[in-house]
């Protein structure tokens, strides 16, 4: 004979009948944020934007506080991007020219203070609407697959919603600024240091976004190819683009930047026009190298090179 179960003393004493515990309601589901990815491929495509006007803030960075770990990389940083402008972010090594770029760019949070594109918050423009609103130009490309040349440049074109004829006419024209149709077929990991870079650059000028961001262009090109890409530079601003270009080279600066910023130590040291801000006194401070400038004997314009003795 089974025993029955006794109820609780307290049960018991009361008289009253123990209640059966009941199950456990799970808490209902919640929302998921993130969009299944399926589902992106039935979102409609983002919105391109409006043009700006000759001299509009394009992007900007005001107070802007960036870290890398535990160390501070920017530091109050004030900077206006604006269309139909060469801006170059000079100074020396460890200053924070990339780290400003990266941070225009909305690839680097800021820890404080705020970067805006087109007038919004970085934070706030989806992956796809930035793609559309700024093209970026790391300092070195590298691409695991053997992609061709003209296959590379291909991907400027993916955050439009074109035809393939208007996706061919700009692969096609942004190769030929670029000098590199000729060698269109041969994979990307075949080429020389200065042609991969020149092929980056084709792929960021197939995106056509109005604002350029591009992290030492001509650090791998000879003398030839870096007058070049200033050049292009030169006439997208001219075209109506904002143009953010790393330089290391100060004459290059000089003759093709219509302002500079220059940085050091994470802070602005100077902002303004290269004949005005170019001066040797700030520069030598800044690159803690004797600097001379001094007019071009020809055409006058400022030219920058370090002081040697004879």
Known sequence: MTRATRPPAASRRNGAQPVPRRPAVPDPPQPDDREPPLMRLFRPPAAPPVPAAPGDAVAEAED???RRGARAVLRG?????????????VGPNGAGKSTLLAALAADLPAAAGVVRVHGRPAAEWSAPELALRRAVLPQSAALAFPFT????VRMGRAPHAATPAEDDLAVAEAMAATEVTGFAGRPFPALSGGERARVALARVLAQRAPLLLLDE???ALDLKHQEAVLRLCRERARAGDAVVVVLHDLALAAAYAHRVVVLRDGRVAAD?????VFTEELLSEVYEHPVEVFPHP???AVVVGPKRPL
Not at 77 to 89: F, H, M, Q, S
Not at 272 to 276: A, L
């Open 64 to 66: 802007l506080h960036v």
């Open 77 to 89: 940083v004030d900077v206006t991007v604006r269309a139909g402008e060469v801006l170059a972010l």
């Open 149 to 152: 040349v003209a296959e590379v």
């Open 217 to 219: 262009p001509t650090a």
């Open 272 to 276: 303004g026009p290269p004949e005005r």
């Open 298 to 300: 020809r055409t006058g």
